[in-house]
């Protein structure tokens, strides 16, 4: 996928939202290693190496756009000696850490209870796991965006994010993710759904909004032909379902963290 970072930041405020819970939900510790998965522009990645100056901090992303932006964090005047990026998938992670955090990443990694259990490997006893993914699988944005996969099925290679050929969301309910991290013998577990209203102007809102993150693994298959057909009849359905100049959108997340007894 090709990410754009200036099209991700035109609603960094309201994205950013859901980072600072996470990291209030984050315990007090004297950390050595700490891992940001899925760090995209490095921001939070460098608000941790600045919160715990003694931890070597390290970014990972496997968008090489992304990182260009991140890069930025560890050559200003003000960049953390602690920091560092690199460019790699969350499921190639290699080494042990006392702390593994990750925003609004996860929900691209299929199977949760698994990827868990893999995460939790590389997690040091005492350590503790911070995640925060989206929740709005369900909603009428995401099923539009579907339905307009399923329509261009052949330009898209068969390809759908959510559908028969590659199942249902992997975002799990916050009980489910509090037991599958049980089973993993974790403790002091907080997991809870939060809504962050937004307010977009109309069908044309909604669909920027999702030009910066969900529709990007539609338009990256499509050449600029088709994918401005794509936009067009994604752009319908949403006028159809929201025909309103303003629509508010319950902009749902997951947080949990959970610690790893020694």
Known sequence: MTWN?????????????????????????????????????????????ARFPAARVLGLDSSPEMLARASEHSVSKDSAPNLRFKQSSILDLRGDFDLIY?????????????????LWIHLRPGGVLAVQVP??????????????ADEFRAELGGFTRFG???????????????????????????????????VLDGAAGLMDWTRGTALVPYLSRLGEEDEQRFEAAYLQKLTEAFPSER???AFTRILFVAYKPT
Not at 139 to 146: F, G, N
């Open 5 to 49: 970072p200036d099209q991700y930041h035109r609603f960094k405020d309201a994205r950013s939202a859901p980072a600072r819970d996470l990291q209030a939900m984050i315990p007090e510790r004297a950390y050595g290693d700490i891992v940001d998965l899925g760090c995209g522009t490095g921001e939070q990645t460098a608000q941790l190496a």
């Open 102 to 118: 990750s925003n609004a990443a996860l929900q691209w990694l299929p199977d949760h209870p698994a990827l868990l259990a893999q």
């Open 135 to 148: 929740a709005n699988h369900d909603h009428a944005s995401h099923r539009l965006l579907t339905e307009t």
């Open 164 to 198: 028969p050929a590659h199942g249902s969301s992997p975002v799990l309910t916050p009980a489910a993710y509090a037991e599958t991290l049980d089973a993993l013998g974790a403790s002091e577990i907080t997991a809870i759904s939060k809504v962050y209203p937004v």
């Open 247 to 249: 629509v508010f959108y």
